[in-house]
């Protein structure tokens, strides 16, 4: 399949990346602002948006704003501001890209601890689950809106010591398929990516053996993440689509 779009194909769109200070959501925004996106800088440090910030500027692209957010302690009513934040600055939302997660203790079933597991579903399903009802009504608005989540190969098969982040990745592939049945007859498009083995800070701590110079950066999976975002990808929905495929 070919993902490739237009240079200037998300020119005009606003688009929210979650993560968006490090790793492959950091990357997305990057990538999305050089298709000419003004790309919303969600995280929790807030140095590390700068960055991402000073990056896009310094590239070109649209003034991007940051918004500091830890989506550990957000609640509905931070969300809720949020959208009418958005709603008020830029009238619509096109797109988000669910990225932000947390990998939480990797362990056997019996020992998983109950404070990690709260944490991991708090922020890789309750935040999305809350963030994404907030911003809807805006994405509703917007001509051909985009909802990406981030599942991962342990999303669907299920696999021994992935504990808690893997129930959290099954549940965030079931939202999404739930919502894209409910938006099929919108012009709204949901659908999953699974990034793959990538070189991030998350894949260095669940492989902290593993030469990390073999693995695929965030840069070479951003054809996918690009295709998915931008109007072309209204053909798809309710799919997790693998950003490397075997
Ligand atoms: P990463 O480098 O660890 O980046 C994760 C991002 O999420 C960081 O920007 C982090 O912010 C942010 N984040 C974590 N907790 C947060 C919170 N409470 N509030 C707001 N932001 C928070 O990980 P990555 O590898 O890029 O992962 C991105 C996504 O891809 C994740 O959903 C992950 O599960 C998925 N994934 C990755 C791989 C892989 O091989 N890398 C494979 C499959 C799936 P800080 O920088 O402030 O910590």
Redesign the pocket.
């Known amino acids: 399949m070919d993902y490739s779009i237009a240079k200037h194909a998300l020119t005009n769109k606003t688009i929210l990346v979650?993560?968006?200070?490090?790793?492959?959501?950091?990357q997305a925004a990057l990538s999305f602002a050089e298709h000419g996106a003004q790309v919303l800088l969600?995280?929790?440090?807030v140095t590390?948006l700068e960055q991402t910030y000073d990056e896009i500027i310094q590239a070109g692209g649209v003034q991007p704003a940051i918004i500091p957010?830890?989506?550990?302690g957000a609640t509905k009513q931070h969300y809720v501001d949020m959208a009418e934040t958005i709603e008020g600055q830029y009238g619509k939302l096109d797109g988000v890209l669910h990225?932000?997660?947390?990998?939480g203790i990797l362990s056997q079933f019996d020992q998983i601890e109950e404070d990690t597991f709260d944490e991991v579903m708090q922020?890789?399903v309750k935040a999305q689950f809350l963030m994404t009802q907030a911003l809807l009504p805006i994405i509703k608005k917007a001509d051909k809106g985009r909802i990406i989540f981030?599942?991962?190969?342990v999303g669907h098969h299920g696999r021994a010591l992935w504990g808690s982040?893997a129930i959290s990745?099954f549940a965030t592939e079931g939202m999404m398929q739930l919502l894209a049945d409910e938006l099929s007859n919108s012009t709204v498009r949901v659908n999953a990516i699974?990034?793959?083995?990538?070189r991030?800070?998350?894949?260095a701590s669940a492989y902290p053996a593993e030469d990390a110079e073999q693995l695929k950066t965030?840069l070479d999976i951003m054809p996918l993440y690009l295709y998915l975002i931008s109007e072309q990808s209204q053909d798809l929905n309710g799919l997790c689509i693998d950003a490397q495929p075997k």
């Open positions: 979650t993560g968006a200070g490090d790793g492959i959501g950091k969600l995280g929790r440090t590390k957010l830890d989506m550990m990225n932000a997660g947390l990998l922020v890789n981030t599942s991962s190969t982040y990745k699974n990034p793959g083995a990538t991030t800070t998350m894949r965030p």
